[in-house]
């Protein structure tokens, strides 16, 4: 549990009321029952937006729990302080993070490891404090009184890893160390592995702590890409569901686009169903019914979605990112391109 002598320990995040962050850790000191999570929410600077806290021992039925707390928030950053807990109750509970596109934090010399560490992961911007302890290993069971490698849920990781975006390498990593051990997080092994984290530190200033131009990591190696680049193993599976719908025209409204289209899941929602022949069931341009289109490779390893025939013709879109909750299409021909927009799908949960 946190103390009270702490310092704000959310205070770092920008736009952050310091206020809802003191009110989150009172509660906790109220609300704490043993080793089970404690999920509590302080809205922020709108009714819509929180700070959700989860301290504690990860049980399954900390998921619902927290799906509960976190329904009535559009938008909102959430706080770790565990040691793990349930390995499947960590990916449930990342995957509603990377839907709602909230942020994850763990503050200034806390410790969130285990499965604390893989829900920490579904944050759509990751946050580190200073002398923060993330950590990450094989999922286990106990057998007779032995730790013992779980097949089937580290299976469960590594596709939630590979569907939030992680490449292999980072992949390999977080799940490289055995039930015994541990592999802690670096800034600069998150670098190396592609793992995007924001570092941040605190700075007081007439009175208040604000997050200051944040501690740069060393220098990401050029060949690097994030989370979000498209890749050949989009498959047809991954994009069939239900999405919310947005468009911009400028890349300085992408960001709300990108909110817009989250918010869509809640109102009139898309639906992308599968095809007949193995393919996804979208419109074209201008036209009233869906029909049957194909996830295309393309030159430079752009992929491209469209009828049949050769990638990136002029009634293709191409693929400008994806990473399974979040899927951005611009259209290939220039005319509707500036008559649509930039094409933003949110997924919404089921």
Request: charged content about 20%; aromatic content about 8%.
């Amino acid at each position: 549990m946190w103390p009270f002598k702490r310092k704000p320990i959310l205070a770092g995040v920008r736009g952050m009321n310091v206020r809802a962050v003191l009110r989150v850790v009172w509660l906790l000191a109220l609300t704490s029952s043993g080793n089970a999570a404690e999920i509590v929410a302080a809205p922020l600077n709108s009714p819509d937006e929180a700070l959700i806290a989860i301290d504690g021992e990860f049980l399954l039925s900390d998921v619902e729990k927290f799906r509960k707390v976190i329904s009535q928030y559009s938008k909102g950053v959430v706080l770790f302080h565990s040691n793990g807990g349930n390995a499947v109750a960590g990916i449930r509970i990342g995957e509603l993070i990377r839907l709602k596109g909230y942020s994850t934090i763990v503050p200034e010399d806390t410790q969130c490891a285990s499965a604390c560490a893989i829900a920490w992961l579904g944050g759509t911007r990751r946050l580190m404090g200073a002398n923060a302890q993330i950590g990450f290993h094989a999922a286990y069971v106990v057998r007779s009184g032995q730790a013992t490698e779980w097949g089937a849920a580290n299976a469960l990781v590594g596709a939630y890893l590979n569907k939030i975006g992680l490449p292999d390498r980072a992949i390999v990593y977080i799940t490289q160390a055995p039930p015994g051990g541990m592999t802690w997080l670096s800034l600069t092994e998150a670098q190396e592995k592609g793992i995007d984290v924001v570092p941040y530190e605190l700075s007081k200033e007439k009175g208040q702590t604000k997050l200051v131009t944040p501690v740069k990591p060393p220098a990401p190696k050029p060949a690097q890409k994030t989370a979000t680049i498209p890749t050949a193993r989009i498959t047809a599976g991954q994009i069939v569901g239900r999405w919310g719908l947005a468009a911009y025209h400028s890349e300085d409204k992408k960001p709300l686009a990108i909110d817009a289209a989250r918010a869509g899941c809640s109102r009139q929602t898309y639906t992308i169903a599968p095809g007949p022949s193995g393919g996804i069931m979208m419109h074209l341009a201008d036209e009233r019914a869906p029909r049957e289109l194909s996830i295309k490779s393309g030159v430079g390893q752009k992929i491209f979605i469209g009828p049949a025939g050769a990638a990136g013709g002029e009634f293709d879109r191409e693929v400008v990112a994806f990473d399974s909750y979040l899927m951005i299409l611009r259209f290939v021909d220039p005319e509707v391109s500036n008559r649509y927009g930039i094409m933003v799908f949110a997924r919404c949960a089921s």
